[in-house]
């Protein structure tokens, strides 16, 4: 079994910066995917990033372009986002999923966490 658990939410004013970190226990995940996703209340899960484990690769969906970066640190298992230029429309709870396809598509990803509240106060 695989166990995520985000961290580093919390509240920012627009235009502010948040870290969110995903730590993973469980099976090995040099063979897995890891991304974030985010859901505002009444609106379907939405993609963040994802990057590839074994090369680093990632991507980006356009609302979050050139603002949000995913990474990785092989020693700790753990998968980072870091978050600039917050805008209110990035309110939402935030994800973090492990799975064997590097995709924008949650039902690519088999293992979610418990989720971590992300405010952006305008």
């Known amino acids: 079994q695989v166990q995520l658990m985000e961290s580093g939410g919390g509240l920012v004013q627009a235009g502010g910066s948040l870290r969110l970190s995903c730590a993973a226990s469980g099976r090995t995940f040099s063979s897995y995917a890891r991304a974030w996703f985010r859901q505002a209340p009444g609106k379907e899960r939405e993609f963040v990033a994802a990057?590839?484990?074994?090369?680093?690769?990632?991507y980006y969906p356009d609302s979050v372009k050139g603002r949000f970066t995913i990474s990785r640190d092989n020693a700790k298992n753990t998968v980072d986002l870091q978050m600039n230029s917050l805008k209110p429309e990035d309110t939402a709870n935030y994800y973090c999923?492990?799975?064997?396809?590097?995709?924008?598509?949650?039902?690519?990803?088999?293992?979610w966490g418990q989720g971590t509240l992300v405010a952006v106060s305008s």
């Open positions: 990057i590839r484990w074994r090369d680093g690769n990632t």
């Open positions: 999923a492990a799975g064997w396809g590097y995709s924008a598509s949650t039902s690519q990803y088999n293992y």
